[in-house]
């Protein structure tokens, strides 16, 4: 029985090997097609073979990116996944040129439409740019100014792009509407919400979400909105903007656009700085459009909220669920954005601003803006698995405690803990947990005392055992102690199985080297 079993074992580790290697050689036989297609298509068009094909970092997107290069020439080869979305892409190229606003050109597209060239604008976007600025947290005169020529486009692009593009061809979808509006919605809650896990009451959340749906969509023009109207898609070519990433682009307000871009939340645009481009999109809206700064300025809140909500949804979704620590960084931020314009907004939403508060109260989010180090310690059951690190920093150790004397196999102590006395006497006299403590204590108070020198945040201590009841529980409350103890930093304590935890506050008089 045991040969049948060793034999089924390795025929289905065989199988999977299998299929692991099938599935990378599908990718490499892919971009190799993928390769040609581009390949082929500069060749029609420039008559040459290019001197050299080098895939680019991905985008948000499923397209793919190579920059082929030949003497004297340079240009960027994009294959994508939808046909149709490439083609709303070049008939907006066409569109943005005729109407004078720069965006890269269109040099050929395939017979079946499933790669195109385009344009090589360099690889310096405005965000890029901005770096200096961004992170001294003051807005140099000269950057203001370039941010401020970026937003005197956007109207021009909103009311000149209609004249020669068929809102037909646009991809997914055609215009801004309810539906896409609860579709972006919904993403906050359940990429969002539920990723951080705070409860909230559904019907109170969808009252203020239908008030916020109708109000944005009571004012929609026949004009075009950018949809992802931000930084990252601005190139910046001698010391002018170039506009990209537009095929997602269809009918819609133009209060969208000027949300996106002022409130990009990864920016982190100054309050000068956004009143400064707000100063400049309106002045440039005049061509088109009248309409009194303080009433704009109250409908743009509405669509910031959005935004924000949109954003906070993606947020969730990269950083809670796809552990992505950038993405987690900057959650804070969008959230505090989110609060103020909530308690701002003329017309309120007083459960969605309560919600937003009691999520910025979290101790996920709250060591963000206090900058101190705060140390996660847990005992947990092997069982049930090793816990998760939400901060989406991965800094720390998890000690398996499985190794030591277990008083969990003697009936006296199954009903009790590691943090009762029997127990505790019991790990002390018949076990060689204070060795294996010691070496632990090593190793977290290097970690702790590097981590408060270099200004980090967060660090995760986990200890497990079988059952989540003894000895993880009786090492993780030593272990707690012993750091605040030493290093006066917050100990945030949770024992996973007792339904238990508590929070051992920084200690002024404790040592902090």
């Known amino acids: 029985m045991r040969i049948w079993r060793l034999n089924i074992s390795r025929h289905i580790f065989l199988f999977i090997s299998e299929l692991v290697l099938s599935s990378r050689w599908t990718l490499l036989e892919n971009g190799l097609k993928m390769e040609n297609l581009i ?11 290019p001197l050299s094909i080098v895939k680019m970092c991905g985008a948000g997107s499923n397209r793919a990116y190579y920059r082929l290069a030949g003497e004297g ?53 405005l965000f890029e740019t901005m770096k200096q600025s961004r992170e001294s947290g003051c807005f140099s005169q000269p950057d203001v100014d370039m941010l401020c020529k970026v937003m005197s486009f956007l109207p021009h692009i909103q009311y000149r792009v209609p004249e020669f593009f068929d809102f037909a061809l646009c991809y997914p979808v055609s215009d801004f509407n309810e539906r896409t509006v609860k579709w972006d919605l919904n993403y906050f809650k359940y990429c969002f919400l539920k990723g951080v896990g705070v409860e909230f009451n559904e019907g109170l959340l969808e009252d203020e979400f239908d008030k916020l749906s109708s109000l944005l969509l009571a004012e929609n023009e026949n004009t075009f ?13 001698g010391g002018e903007p170039f506009f990209i990433d537009f095929q997602g682009g269809r009918k819609g307000p133009v209060y969208y656009d000027v949300a996106s871009f002022v409130g990009q939340a990864r920016a982190c645009y100054t309050a000068d700085a956004v009143e400064a481009m707000i100063d400049a999109y309106l002045s440039s809206l005049e061509e088109y459009k009248k309409i009194s700064r303080e009433d704009f300025v109250e409908k743009l809140s509405l669509f910031r909220i959005f935004r924000l909500l949109q954003n906070l949804g993606a947020y969730g979704y990269r950083g809670l669920f796809e552990r992505k620590k950038a993405f987690v960084e900057v959650i804070p931020g969008a959230l505090r954005q989110l609060k103020e314009l909530l308690d701002s907004a003329a017309l309120g939403f007083p459960y969605l601003s309560a919600l937003v508060e009691e999520i910025l109260s979290l101790p996920l989010f709250v060591k963000e803006d206090i900058k101190v180090l705060t140390v996660d310690v847990m005992s947990f059951s092997y069982r049930r698995g090793i816990p998760d690190d939400l901060s989406g920093n991965g800094g720390g150790f998890v000690f398996d405690c499985r190794a030591i004397h277990n008083p969990g196999r003697y009936e006296p102590y199954k009903k009790l803990t590691g943090m009762d006395a029997p127990v505790i006497k019991f790990l002390e006299e018949e076990s060689d947990i204070a060795a294996f403590l010691e070496n632990a204590y090593a190793l977290v108070d290097n970690m702790v005392d590097t981590y408060k020198r270099r200004g ?51 200690s002024a008089s404790s040592c902090s080297e």
């Open 39 to 49: 390949k082929e298509l500069y060749v029609g068009k420039f008559g040459v073979e």
């Open 73 to 125: 020439t340079s240009v960027i080869g994009v294959v994508g996944t939808s046909v149709e979305e490439n083609r709303a892409f070049v008939a907006l190229a066409k569109a943005f040129a005729e109407s004078g606003i720069p965006a890269p050109e269109v040099l050929a597209v395939s017979e079946g439409g499933l790669c195109y060239l385009q344009e090589d604008l360099g690889d310096k976007t």
């Open 225 to 237: 909105l950018y949809r992802d109207f931000q930084s990252r898609n601005v190139m910046v070519r």
């Open 456 to 506: 980090f945040t967060h660090i995760q201590v986990c200890c497990g055992c079988t059952g989540g009841q003894h000895r993880s529980v009786y090492s993780a409350e030593h272990i707690a102690h012993h750091v605040a103890e030493k290093f006066g930093v917050k100990v945030v304590v949770t024992h996973k199985m007792l339904g238990r935890n508590y929070v051992i506050e920084p």
